[in-house]
């Protein structure tokens, strides 16, 4: 079974400043995604960026942007010029390439806090 | 308006009670997924289904029930609620294939008192 590890359950950057969130998988795959999702206090998950694990490059998404170390089976979130609104919980997820293995496993999120 | 819809957003039940929560999509997605968020665990798979009338077990399923007669609902169904089911419950859907993400519902709060 795969699992994800989200080692920061909190972290603070101040506004304009750049964050790193860290998230660390074991899987015995070779072909896997991975995605970062946003929980604001509203409640709601928001995908931000996603990554496909046969791809090198690593995904962008305007200000957010990932680090893709597929053998160290690291995946972190970078955020640059943090937001006010970037204050949330993000959470790492991992699914499978199989077919019918559609399902996300989450890590245990980090909260982020922007000081302003 | 296109989307996925949970209903109740919140609810106070005793234990004992059964309990039903509800979800409908619009995209025709194959894919429909029970989650329950709780502190310190993330978010972990209750029950999935893959298309109408084929539902699988997640992680945690113990006291759930679900059902998919129709490929748009994925009611989730708490047979006997218990203290340990308070939670908050979210339902998403994605189609198959390549790097479709999951579409999560706006999420219930269940308490059981």
């Known amino acids: 079974a795969q699992t994800v590890t989200q080692s920061q359950p909190e972290m603070s950057v101040q506004e304009a400043e750049t964050v790193t969130l860290s998230c660390t998988y074991d899987?015995?795959?070779?072909?896997?995604?991975l995605f970062w999702y946003k929980q604001p206090p509203s409640r709601q998950m928001i995908l931000v960026i996603r990554?496909?694990?046969?791809?090198?490059q690593n995904a962008t998404e305007n200000r957010f942007s990932v680090n893709f170390q597929k053998a160290a089976k690291s995946f972190s979130l970078k955020i640059s010029d943090s937001q006010l609104g970037d204050a949330a919980m993000y959470f790492c997820?991992?699914?499978?390439?199989?077919?019918?293995?559609?399902?996300?496993?989450f890590g245990t999120g980090t909260r982020l806090t922007i000081i302003p | 308006d296109a989307g996925i819809t949970q209903s109740p957003r919140y609810k106070i039940t005793e234990t004992g009670r059964q309990v039903t929560l509800m979800c409908h999509q619009t995209w025709s997605h194959s894919y429909m997924f029970w989650y329950r968020q709780d502190l310190g665990h993330g978010l972990r798979l209750i029950y999935y289904?893959?298309?109408?009338?084929?539902?699988d077990k997640g992680e945690v399923p113990d006291g759930y029930v679900v059902s998919r007669s129709k490929t748009e609902n994925f009611p989730l169904t708490l047979e006997s609620a218990t203290r340990s089911q308070t939670s908050v419950y979210f339902c998403?859907?994605?189609?198959?294939?390549?790097?479709?993400?999951?579409?999560f519902g706006d999420g219930t709060r269940l308490s059981i008192l």
């Open positions: 997820a991992y699914r499978s390439a199989l077919r019918g293995n559609e399902k996300l496993t």
């Open positions: 899987t015995s795959e070779s072909d896997y995604y």
């Open positions: 289904s893959a298309a109408a009338d084929i539902t």
């Open positions: 990554q496909e694990a046969y791809k090198q």
């Open positions: 998403a859907s994605s189609d198959w294939g390549g790097n479709q993400p999951q579409h």
